[in-house]
């Protein structure tokens, strides 16, 4: 992993792959750090012939925290007086900010839950610097959001215990809710993931600085319109936090826009779809590269 420096903030980064394949930026979601791209999902990825760039958001990882921000009015968020720190306008500058200080002209940009949302925000705001676009577990935003089920939305801002033992089982607790009712979970291999990121970077300050700046999003459905660059939309069909419906409202703005929707998959994406999504997400890289020859 390295360090990078994009205006007046330090990103933490790490890449895999070939640097002369095609560069394909990975953009995590809330409170998510580059580690939560799984390893494995992401060397299938540059197996099929990309470089890989994992980074993480501002407020998150080992990334500059906006601590001068003080902490997020959530309660005030959500009932419509969002004052955030920063905007999801910015985070998108910050992915863009990534390939600038790489040396990276354009990339296929993949994002994931809130990642989503930046990386919808790099192709509507900085089209000229995205290849590709895929957008997993994500949404429109704004009134065109359909809201998480309460059990999730519950899980999403229970406050956390003062010791690490009560914060990694309540950070498991809401990886559970998240999968979704009756799917697969392997609460060994989740609390492992809960532990290292747990002891990676855990901020959850962060957390609700970037939750603010969800909240305070308008939707994009009207802008993805003028999306042009080749389109997936992935998504699991039992996603209580985000449910489906929104990623078929992405997928119908966006001009001829794939829609992957998953069985069994909830907010997560589990280790039996990497192949049929990394192969999906090589396909649409591919639609790019015959429409730029």
Same mark, same amino acid.
């Given at each position: 992993?390295?360090?990078?420096?994009?205006?007046?903030?330090?990103?933490?980064?790490?890449?895999?792959?070939?640097?002369?394949?095609?560069?394909?930026?990975m953009i995590m979601g809330l409170g998510g750090q580059l580690t939560t791209w799984d390893q494995g999902f992401c060397e299938q990825l540059a197996d099929r012939g990309f470089y890989v760039i994992r980074y993480d958001n501002r407020d998150a990882g080992l990334s500059t925290k906006m601590e001068s921000?003080?902490?997020a009015d959530i309660a005030g968020a959500?009932?419509?007086?969002?004052?955030?720190?920063?905007?999801l306008d910015d985070l998108a500058d910050d992915a863009v900010g990534v390939l600038d200080a790489l040396g990276v002209r354009a990339a296929h940009i993949v994002g994931a839950s809130m990642g =989503?949302?930046?990386?919808? !925000? +790099?192709?509507?705001?900085?089209?000229? %610097? *995205?290849?590709?676009?895929?957008?997993?577990?994500?949404?429109?935003?704004?009134?065109d959001t359909v809201p998480p089920t309460p059990e999730a939305a519950e899980a999403l801002t229970t406050a956390p215990g003062p010791t690490r033992e009560?914060?990694?089982?309540?950070?498991?607790?809401?990886?559970?809710?998240?999968?979704g009712n009756g799917n697969p979970f392997d609460i060994e291999k989740e609390t492992r993931r809960v532990e290292e990121q747990y002891d990676r970077s855990y901020y959850p300050l962060g957390f609700g600085r970037q939750l603010v700046a969800i909240l305070a999003a308008g939707s994009r459905v009207t802008a993805l319109a003028g999306v042009k660059v080749p389109t997936l939309?992935?998504? =699991?069909?039992?996603?209580? !936090? +985000?449910?489906?419906?929104?990623?078929? %409202? *992405?997928?119908?703005?966006?001009?001829?826009?794939?829609l992957m929707e998953l069985e069994g998959m909830g907010h997560n994406l589990p280790e039996r779809d990497w192949p049929a999504v990394a192969d999906a997400i090589a396909e649409t890289a591919r639609q790019a590269s015959a429409v730029r020859s």
């Open positions: 992993m390295a360090r990078l420096k994009t205006k007046d903030i330090e990103i933490e980064y790490d890449t895999l792959g070939d640097r002369s394949d095609p560069p394909m930026l921000a003080g902490r959500y009932s419509g007086r969002p004052h955030p720190a920063y905007t =989503g949302f930046i990386a919808q !925000l +790099v192709a509507i705001n900085h089209p000229d %610097r *995205v290849l590709s676009l895929t957008s997993i577990m994500s949404g429109p935003g704004g009134e009560e914060r990694i089982e309540l950070g498991v607790a809401a990886r559970r809710v998240f999968v939309v992935v998504h =699991g069909i039992d996603d209580p !936090l +985000v449910p489906v419906e929104n990623g078929r %409202r *992405v997928a119908a703005a966006v001009p001829a826009a794939r």
